[in-house]
């Protein structure tokens, strides 16, 4: 079910450390863990009675996937702080879902979202240093080059943003020099130079033990 469009040459370095920045605080972090787990059983309440195979399926993914990050993160939590852009992802999480179930009528929409919210923690999870005690890559930088050409800005918005035009964040600099620290989850990743916008890219931001991660796209 994932999305391919080749239009771009994508480079990801991936950083280290944890989620530990001042600004965020454990109230907030609760907030977003409760306001998610009330939607997850509103969303249930709607989908069981449907008997739709694919649809129950997905959020049982869905419920599982939530379920395990969020059991490492309230544990992580009463240690240390949230990076605030981290949360900011958990938080649109939960407000896409709550969408879904706002526009519960359109099936499409309601499966794509429980799809892209799903790898979205699915990535997260995979983003998870297991040792001792549990750490989180904070950040991955994000680094991307256009192939045979440059001057392009890079934009990027959450997966499940996948049916509106806002832009979540902007690189720094345009292409060949442009780069953004993301948290670990499922973008969507395009390029805008004049009256040019690229098509949408899929991209999954995980953490790695390697040093970089090369992933190669062209501009058609």
Not at 42 to 66: A, C, F, G, H, M
Not at 123 to 150: L, R
Not at 172 to 192: C, F, M, Q, R
Request: net charge negative; aromatic share 14%; proline share 3%.
């Amino acid at each position: 079910m994932r999305l391919l469009f080749p239009t771009l040459f994508l480079i990801i370095l991936f950083g280290s450390g944890t989620i530990s920045l001042a600004q965020s605080n454990e109230i907030d972090y609760f907030e977003v863990s409760f306001k998610t787990q009330q939607t997850l059983t509103k969303l249930q309440e709607v989908i069981n009675p449907t008997n739709n195979i694919e649809l129950i399926d997905l959020y049982r993914n869905l419920e599982s996937s939530s379920e395990r990050l969020f059991k490492i993160l309230d544990d992580v939590v009463k240690i240390k702080n949230i990076d605030s852009d981290y949360l900011i992802t958990l938080q649109s999480n939960q407000v896409a879902l709550q969408g879904a179930y706002n526009q519960f009528e359109n099936l499409e929409f309601v499966t794509k979202t429980l799809f892209f919210a799903t790898s979205d923690y699915e990535n997260k999870y995979k983003s998870i240093n297991f040792g001792i005690s549990p750490n989180f890559v904070e950040k991955v930088k994000v680094v991307v080059e256009t192939k045979n050409a440059s001057g392009y800005s890079v934009f990027v918005k959450y997966s499940y943003d996948f049916d509106t035009d806002v832009k979540r964040y902007q690189f720094n600099n345009p292409t060949n020099n442009a780069e953004k620290p993301l948290s670990p989850g499922y973008y969507i990743i395009w390029i805008e130079k004049g009256t040019y916008r690229s098509k949408d890219r899929l991209v999954d931001i995980i953490n790695s033990d390697q040093e970089s991660k090369p992933i190669y796209f062209e501009i058609e």
